[in-house]
């Protein structure tokens, strides 16, 4: 499945009009570990490694990064098809391999989501903690099966946004937003091999 999702930053009153009528799904917390090499090989891609909940996940990119409406990621949940993508021979799991080829955690990120849908819409209430620090967002998201699928999910999205309300632009998300605040050099990294402003 492809995941399409926009983020959005919620002012006064925002989260009641996006939620209005929607069915709560549940709320969790969750702590991100995110990984890459020392020359950021990974997320100068848009790819991100992550372990949450001990469980490894890597998000591809499925579009070039300076002309998106919304972000549009495939999922990788199953530590074989992640060694795949990343061209990993080895035969042991993803925790005990990475540090020997130059993979070390980058951020600690925990999250406080709750969760709602709305007909076809995931709608994720964030409230992420950076441990001195915190940043508050929503996501809205649609899965898809297929890339001809992708470009009408993210007008999908846009038009609902706006229908409740929420202003439409750019928005960094919670790992983004997190090396602006406490990594500089690497976000400026990834400003320059993406040739935007984030």
Not at 102 to 130: C, E, L, N, Q, W
Request: net charge negative; aromatic share 10%; hydrophobic share 40%.
């Amino acid at each position: 499945m492809i995941e399409i999702e926009k983020k959005f930053i919620l002012k006064p009153g925002d989260a009641e009009k996006l939620t209005a009528g929607a069915e709560p799904v549940g709320q969790k917390q969750f702590t991100d570990v995110y990984y890459d090499t020392a020359d950021y090989a990974l997320t100068k891609k848009d790819w991100w490694l992550r372990s949450r909940a001990g469980r490894f996940e890597l998000k591809i990119s499925m579009s070039p990064y300076k002309v998106r409406l919304v972000d549009q990621y495939e999922e990788l949940e199953e530590e074989g098809a992640i060694k795949k993508a990343l061209n990993m021979k080895a035969k042991e799991s993803l925790s005990e391999v990475l540090p020997s080829l130059g993979y070390k955690p980058f951020a600690t990120i925990v999250t406080v989501r709750t969760k709602y849908r709305k007909g076809a819409f995931m709608i994720d209430i964030d409230s992420v903690d950076y441990g001195h620090d915190g940043y508050d967002l929503a996501e809205i998201e649609l899965m898809v099966g297929s890339k001809e699928e992708m470009e009408e999910a993210a007008h999908r999205i846009v038009a609902f946004a706006k229908s409740c309300g929420l202003a439409v632009g750019t928005v960094r998300g919670k790992i983004m937003e997190y090396l602006w605040r406490n990594n500089k050099e690497h976000f400026k990294a990834l400003e320059t091999e993406w040739g935007v402003k984030l």
